[in-house]
């Protein structure tokens, strides 16, 4: 039986109108959601689905009255506990969602943050098309606030194609994993200030020795904007342990976020991340003008050090031996779309059941729930970008680089992560596609190794570390 039979056939801040059926009142992912300036919406109910998509359905006065009330993570068809064929998820679905702005939203930036819906999704806000995002396993967000109306109702409409599309990695070819349909991972509505916080960058220095941190604070201007001040403050639970600062000067308005770089030295009392002492910290930023905090965000990460050198794999200094098992996000009956606490639950089996110490993301960047329950309970990962075997044209690669940057920047302040895989599983070289991966993925994150699983040996080396899947008896030396 080949592994895609075997797959088939066998099991394995806080803010919101209370207005029923339209609310947006449910409780922030985020930590800092009540942050000032900033509000994060939780869209997770009161999501209305037909698996019979209609162009009809993009209006916003169409009658949506016969759609089932559902709740994301939803998957676009349930399907039995094994003996199904692939073909029963793979259609065109329509997702539709009404919802009201609360007051504060006025005269600030609306967007919508979408965790993973596979395979491509097409929005519109109100009849008007934002566009169409091509990939099941990154995230994406769109600008609703040329569109949205900040006194009425509005409606949200999401096109899912569940199909396997040889435009859109992984597919073109055969993959040995099912991928499932619908909008599977969580959705938020993100209300910012025209100029705020894009992302931030944590980057612990010399963590054995005189312990220091570079934070990047990623701040996009939407208009032009006067000189600003970031503070940052680094945390240990509810403790400050240091703070930092940094001017902002005059900005133009920019499609892109700039870098604004924050230096913590010479920290003392630093209790390091390792397999049994899961330490993690907090930097915390704002963002000001004058006396006012514009925005407010912050992101968990570890102190630690990870390599893997000519004597093995480090970790803090040690040479560790790894111990792992690949992880698909695949669940009985809904597919891929599982809550948080079942994420996080296969994070626990591996590393307490099974006593895994290190696991691979096959063959996707996974839910954010699996990689923060690996920072809190010491399981290591090797996170890699989606694909099976086939590269496409150039199109196709542009979309996997893509990929790569959207892994990265998502999950980058995970201590857990200590490999990014920039190949696609087990295909063949190509030298200007992996080129260009593992530029990116230097370029963007400079603290890690990268890899790329192959199976076979005689391959071109453009990682840091080479991966292999080794099928052969006997096993090939290291």
């Known amino acids: 039986m080949d592994r895609r039979n075997f797959i088939r056939t066998t099991g394995t801040v806080i803010a919101g109108a209370s207005l029923a059926g339209h609310a947006l009142a449910e409780n922030s992912a985020n930590s800092d959601a009540a942050a000032p300036g900033r509000l994060v919406l939780p869209m997770n109910r009161n999501w209305l689905y037909s698996p019979k998509f209609t162009e009809a359905a993009q209006a916003k006065e169409f009658d949506d009255s016969g759609f089932e009330r559902v709740v994301i993570p939803h998957t676009n068809v349930r399907l039995p506990w094994h003996g199904f064929d692939e073909k029963r998820y793979e259609f065109v679905s329509i997702y539709r969602r009404h919802f009201k702005l609360p007051a504060e939203a006025r005269g600030k930036r609306v967007f919508v943050d979408f965790e993973g819906v596979m395979t491509s999704s097409t929005v519109w806000l109100n009849g008007e098309r934002l566009g169409e995002y091509k990939g099941g396993y990154t995230p994406f967000s769109f600008d609703l606030t040329p569109h949205v109306n900040f006194d009425g109702e509005n409606v949200m409409a999401v096109a899912v194609d569940s199909t396997e599309r040889p435009d859109i990695p992984p597919f073109g070819y055969e993959i040995d994993y099912l991928t499932f349909g619908g909008i599977y991972r969580e959705v938020s509505l993100r209300i910012v200030p025209s100029s705020f916080i894009e992302n931030i960058f944590v980057r612990p220095k010399n963590?054995?020795?005189?312990?220091?941190?570079?934070?990047?604070?990623?701040?996009q201007h939407l208009q032009t904007s006067g000189p600003l001040m970031l503070e940052a403050e680094l945390l240990d639970g509810d403790r400050v342990v240091a703070k930092a600062s940094q001017a902002v000067p005059k900005s133009a308005p920019s499609a892109e976020p700039v870098a604004h770089p924050l230096q913590f030295s010479a920290l003392s009392g630093v209790k390091l991340w390792d397999f049994d002492q899961r330490n993690l910290y907090s930097?915390?930023?704002?963002?000001?003008?004058?006396?006012?905090?514009?925005?407010?965000?912050?992101?968990?990460?570890?102190?630690?050090?990870?390599?893997?050198?000519?004597?093995?794999?480090?970790?803090?200094?040690k040479v560790i031996k790894l111990r792992g098992l690949d992880r698909h996000q695949t669940f009985p009956y809904v597919g891929q779309a599982m809550p948080g606490r079942a994420q996080r639950r296969d994070a626990e089996i591996l590393r307490n059941k099974l006593k895994c110490n290190i696991v691979r993301t096959s063959h996707y960047p996974q839910s954010r729930h699996f990689l923060d329950a690996c920072d809190e309970i010491g399981l290591l990962v090797l996170e890699e970008i989606p694909g099976w075997q086939h590269i496409g044209d150039k199109a196709w690669q542009d979309i996997s680089v893509d990929n790569v940057s959207r892994m990265i920047r998502r999950d980058w302040n995970h201590p857990s992560i200590v490999l990014w895989g920039v190949r696609i599983?087990?295909?063949?070289?190509?030298?200007?596609?992996?080129?260009?991966?593992?530029?990116?993925?230097?370029?963007?994150?400079?603290?890690?190794?990268?890899?790329?699983?192959?199976?076979f040996q005689e391959s071109e080396f453009l990682e840091d570390v080479f991966t292999m899947n080794d099928f052969g008896f006997p096993l090939k030396p290291p």
């Open 425 to 455: 599983n087990e295909s063949r070289d190509n030298h200007d596609f992996y080129t260009r991966t593992n530029a990116l993925a230097h370029q963007l994150d400079p603290t890690r190794q990268t890899g790329g699983i192959r199976y």
């Open 283 to 317: 930097v915390r930023v704002r963002l000001i003008r004058g006396s006012q905090a514009l925005d407010e965000d912050s992101r968990r990460f570890g102190f630690r050090e990870a390599q893997f050198t000519d004597q093995g794999f480090e970790l803090n200094g």
């Open 207 to 219: 963590v054995l020795t005189t312990p220091g941190l570079d934070v990047d604070c990623f701040v």
